[in-house]
């Protein structure tokens, strides 16, 4: 068995994602525990390759560039099989538990004929296994999960592997696509885009999210002026107000919604329902806030405010700004 470790470079529109750089972080953890390298692979149309330097600067010590004008967009049929023809040279595969990563590792597990981890948020490393946690039943038991077989195809929990500055090689090699990706069954014709400006759920270190604590729709712009007063930070929210139009749907967290792991958690006048504590319960810090002390919320929070949401929005709003003004 190999005891490198091949890790999927997740870009989007000619970027790179941070996805990459926590597949690259996760696949160290197994590389450095048996003395093996990291490689990334890199697909995307002619000019993803720019973006090796980076790659390295996180921890690669090769990328394996796959540039085709047909990778412009997701194209997991010949991504899938590229990655898994390679495979032969690698003892474990790691993607980002992303929705591109979902995708892709079932796919590389089954062309491999191995079995997949998915949404791993801790891992530890033997000789020739690795045990990952993975929360199941919607975050309500977590499970350990022993890979025994070779090559071990783990996913991983976004922000569950922090990105690290770990200077390697990062050489590129280019490399010709497994199957020819203009021939795939699934083409993606257009990708649209979310607002822009807006920081990804999945990308941010602080989300502030809200509930219908907050009582109408117009009353998420304190949510909002707390996300900004952080200047990092992202707003999400529960399905009860997705589902009555006070945000978009992008912006659900949970069960059927996204599933994120901030550094920091703000739950705003939300009860903590499973469905939504299946998505957050991985944040590094919770804090709650609401006027019910009994609020399940409260069992996963790290610190809790009892009251009104409304009046304390704003005080947190300010103090924040007055912290960062320092
Ligand atoms: P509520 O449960 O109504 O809670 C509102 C909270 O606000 C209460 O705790 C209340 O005490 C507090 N509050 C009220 N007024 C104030 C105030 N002035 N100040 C402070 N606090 C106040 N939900 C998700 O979020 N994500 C999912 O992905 C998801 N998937 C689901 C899938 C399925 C199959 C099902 C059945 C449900 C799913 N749900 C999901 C819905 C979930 O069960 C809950 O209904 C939902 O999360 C509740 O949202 P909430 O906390 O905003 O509202």
């Known amino acids: 068995m190999s005891n490198n470790v091949l890790a999927f470079a997740e870009s989007r529109g000619g970027d790179l994602r941070r996805a990459a750089l926590e597949a690259v972080a996760a696949a160290r953890v197994i590389a450095d525990a048996r003395g093996g390298s990291v490689h990334a692979i890199l697909f995307g149309a002619p000019g993803i390759g720019q973006h090796a330097a980076k790659l390295g600067a996180h921890g690669a010590d090769a990328v394996l560039v796959v540039e085709h004008a047909a990778f412009a967009h997701n194209n997991p049929e010949a991504v899938a099989a590229t990655i898994a023809a390679k495979m032969g040279a690698y003892g474990a595969f790691v993607c980002a538990a992303s929705a591109t990563g979902k995708d892709i590792a079932p796919r590389v597990a089954a062309k491999c004929q191995v079995p997949v981890a998915a ?3 801790t891992m530890t490393v033997g000789a020739s296994s690795i045990t990952v946690t993975h929360p199941g039943y919607t975050g309500k038991i977590l499970q350990t999960l022993t890979l025994t077989a070779s090559p071990a195809v783990v996913s991983v929990r976004p922000g569950a592997f922090l990105p690290k500055e770990n200077a390697k090689a990062g050489t590129a090699e280019a490399v010709t696509p497994a199957a020819d990706p203009s021939a795939s069954r699934v083409r993606v014709t257009e990708t649209a885009a979310g607002n822009a400006a807006k920081l990804d759920l999945g990308e941010a270190p602080v989300i502030v999210s809200g509930g219908r604590g907050l009582k109408e729709a117009a009353n998420f712009k304190l949510v909002e ?3 900004a007063a952080f200047g990092n930070a992202a707003v999400g929210a529960t399905r009860a107000v997705t589902d009555d139009g006070w945000r978009p749907h992008s912006d659900q967290i ?8 901030p550094d920091l958690y703000i739950a705003c006048g939300i009860s903590g329902a499973i469905q939504h504590l299946a998505g957050m319960r991985t944040s590094k810090t919770i804090v709650a806030i609401n006027k019910d002390k009994e609020a399940p919320i409260f069992k996963a929070a790290d610190y809790g405010i009892v009251g009104d949401v409304l009046e304390i929005l704003p005080v ?11």
């Open 316 to 326: 947190l709003t300010a103090e924040v700004k007055k912290a960062k003004a320092q």
């Open 225 to 227: 002026d707390l996300a």
């Open 119 to 121: 949404d791993a948020t």
């Open 254 to 261: 949970g069960q059927t919604g996204r599933l994120v792991s």
